[in-house]
């Protein structure tokens, strides 16, 4: 049986403030949980399931974590979980320590205040597809450990450097390499094949980038309309880019 007390505290770690606190984030779901028990990049705390999945999963849990495991009922998964539909595993991580990003012969996101949960996973997880390894978010976008996000990864938090920081000053001391503002008009994203060392940058969802930001990027990319869209989502024209340039 579930406590009272740990079911609070993990309906608290739903919130910013109470993850900072304690330097932990909570992951659901088999496909992300049993990702982020293999990463060597997250600490498990505890992990909580359904009788069934814990059942048909536990000697798998444990090639990679020792820890404690608890059978929970239905009702109780429910009460702890973020999602609207339970999805029959619960987890407890610890966070990983932000690592410094060397952008040299690499191709890396820059990201410019995106504030959707779903678009920052999905872009972590696009990230992994392409092979991109480092994602440097300004210190106003949305919490990498947001239960949307971590979901919307699908895993792929394990395999990408999120790191937070002033972005002006990081793409001032990243000046010698080739940085790429992705924008309504710029030169056709079809005309860069072939590049092994850049820095994207992928605005807000509404606003784009700020001017701040865009005085310190090289060159203007954009993605040609066809149609009558006013713009992308950042996830997909994230994608996009991304499917362009790396080769």
């Known amino acids: 049986m579930l406590s009272k007390t740990y079911a609070k505290y993990i309906q608290s770690l739903h919130h910013k403030k109470f993850r900072d606190a304690d330097n932990v984030f ?4 088999s496909k992300v949980v049993m990702e982020l028990l293999q990463s060597p990049v997250f600490s498990c705390q505890q992990v909580l399931g359904l009788q069934p999945w814990m059942q048909e999963n536990e000697m798998l849990i444990r090639a990679s974590y020792n820890g ?3 059978v929970i009922d239905d009702f109780e998964l429910e009460k702890i979980s973020a999602l609207t539909t339970p999805n029959q595993v619960l987890a407890v991580f610890k966070k990983s320590k932000q690592l410094l990003v060397n952008p040299k012969g690499k191709i ?7 504030q959707d949960p779903g678009n920052l996973g999905t872009i972590i997880r696009i990230a992994d597809w392409f092979g991109v390894g480092a994602i440097i978010c300004s210190d106003n976008c ?3 450990y947001n239960p949307k996000v971590v979901q919307s990864t699908m895993g792929s938090l394990g395999r990408v450097n999120v790191v937070y920081t002033n972005i002006s000053e990081w793409l001032k001391k990243n000046e010698h390499i080739k ?8 030169k056709k994203i079809s005309q860069l094949k ?11 969802e509404s606003k784009g980038i700020s001017d701040e930001v865009m005085e310190l990027c090289t060159e203007k990319i954009t993605i040609p309309k066809v149609g009558h869209a006013e ?3 950042a996830a997909v024209a994230t994608g996009i880019i991304l499917s362009h340039i790396v080769q």
């Open 194 to 204: 072939g590049i092994t060392e850049a820095i994207i940058v992928i605005g807000n």
């Open 231 to 233: 713009s992308l989502n």
């Open 26 to 29: 909570i992951a659901e779901g």
């Open 68 to 70: 404690p495991l608890q």
């Open 142 to 144: 949305t919490d990498m």
């Open 108 to 114: 890396s996101l820059v990201l410019d205040t995106i």
């Open 179 to 186: 940085i790429y503002a992705a924008a309504l008009n710029g």
